[in-house]
Each structure stands twice: as C-alpha cells, then as structure tokens.
C-alpha cells in the first residue's frame, strides 16, 4: 500500500437542478476556486505535542485561514478529532460508541479553531451534524451555503452525525452538498507519493493523477468511500502541505502546488 506520508449558491440547469452550482466567481483575486473545503486533521491543532490542542497551532491555522478568506474565497472547514480521541483504535469498545466520542472530540476542535478565527477579526460559525444548540449551531445545508456566501467561515463539526464514517468522509459529503469548486485536504506532506516518503527519501511526488490511476496504484488519498464519492461527482482534490507558506492561496489560484486528483 502506497501513502500520503507517514500520516492521508444555487440550483443548475438539467440534470444536475438539484446540485448547487459552484460558487460565483464575482470578488475573487484571481481564484480559479473560490468556494472551498478545507479537510484538517486533529494533529494540525496539535503542535509539536503531537496530542491535545495547543494555541499557537491554533493560532497557525486561524492566519491560514484569514490569508484564504482575504483573496475572496469561502471557506468551510471539515476537521478531525485525532489529536484527542480515535474510535477506530479504541481497543474492545463498541465502535458505534467509540465513534460518537470522536464526534465530540471534533467539536471541541471546531470550538478552538473558531475562537482562534475570530480573534483575527474574522465572522465564522460552527455547525454540527449532531445537535447541540448550547455550543453550537445545527448543521443545514441552506443556512451553510447562506453564511458562505455573507463572507463567514464556516467549520463543520461532529463528522456526518453517524459512527463508522470518517471525517474524510464527512469533507466529501459536505463539499458536494455546499457546491465546493475543490476539496483540499492539508497535511503535514506536500502531495501524494507513490511510497512513504519518509520511509523512502527518492519516493516519487505526483503533480497530477487521475482518480482511475490513483486506485489502481492504491493511493492513500482519502478513505476509499471519501475518495469514490468525489469521482463519482467530479469534485477535484488538491492534496499539499498545510504548512508551507501560501501554499492554500497558491492551489485556489490554479497553480502547481501538492497534487492533483481529478479526472483523467
């Protein structure tokens, strides 16, 4: 198996009427996509610690995000909980269970990340796909693309609301129903390999790589229902480094940065 690294508006026309349209490009500087969404993992949040939540990475993210949202785009962000809590790894827990907690334990990422956001100035709300009114908003569709397009960052919590879905899952999920132009999922490597590159120092990068290609070599891009659902919908997916400097802004911009995943 191949890897990432040591880690991975309104209605159309046809017979897509019932798909939102990718966001109008009115404002933007230069986008080549203007809505996106952004998938993070936990340990982004986690700094050096490796575990928990540090506030200087929070601090990190939150610029990011603030460089992405000063070029014109809208943001919605889909995180994990992998820095707090894992339910895949909970030993003999019940699954269902173990998930449900991983759900909150996005939340509470979500809850930083936009303490951290709004400390730049920036509007944001947190919705989550599991009610839970007294921190948070719930998750509706409408009322998500409505704050989008009023300038908020929006940052999705509690997965898809269901166990045994990941939150790479959830990102694909929730950038089609948005209308996402591109899912960029950011992670501690600049794209994706065709062996670890920490593993392998001459591994090869690939700038760009059609969906068919990258299953048939067994990319890790995201989890595989994750991965399906963008190809069945043509959602493109830029995978990069989250923290090389301007590497976001780059990537909406159209240029070559991390790899591309997309039609052939």
Request: aromatic residues 4%; contains cysteine; charged residues 20%.
């Amino acid at each position: 198996m191949t890897s990432l690294g040591s880690e991975a508006a309104g209605s159309g026309d046809g017979a897509s009427a019932r798909n939102p349209r990718p966001s109008n490009p009115k404002g933007n500087a230069g986008l080549r996509y203007r809505r996106v969404l952004l998938k993070l993992s936990g340990e982004a949040l986690a700094g050096s610690s490796g575990y928990g939540i540090d506030p200087g990475a929070a601090s990190t993210l939150a610029q990011t995000v603030a460089d992405l949202a000063a070029v014109g785009a809208q943001v919605a962000i889909v995180i994990g909980g992998g820095n707090l809590w894992r339910g895949a790894g909970a030993g003999g827990m019940d699954r269902a269970t173990a998930d449900q907690m991983g759900m909150l334990a996005t939340v509470m990422n979500a809850l930083a990340l936009q303490d951290a956001i709004e400390a730049l100035g920036l509007k944001v709300r947190v919705q989550t796909a599991v009610e839970m009114r007294a921190l948070a908003e719930p998750y509706i569709r409408r009322r998500a693309m409505h704050q989008l397009d009023k300038g908020y960052v929006v940052i999705l919590g509690a997965g898809t609301g269901n166990p045994f879905f990941t939150t790479d899952t959830a990102a694909a999920l929730r950038a089609m129903e948005l209308g996402a132009d591109v899912l960029v999922k950011a992670t501690k490597v600049d794209g994706i390999y065709d062996e670890d590159p920490a593993i392998n120092p001459q591994a090869k990068r690939f700038d760009r790589i059609g969906y068919g290609d990258a299953l048939q070599r067994g990319l890790r891009v995201m989890d595989l229902t994750a991965f399906t659902l963008c190809q069945e919908h043509d959602l493109p997916i830029i995978v990069l480094d989250l923290w090389q400097p301007g590497a976001i802004v780059a990537a909406l911009k159209g240029e070559a940065i991390g790899t591309f995943v997309g039609p052939a």
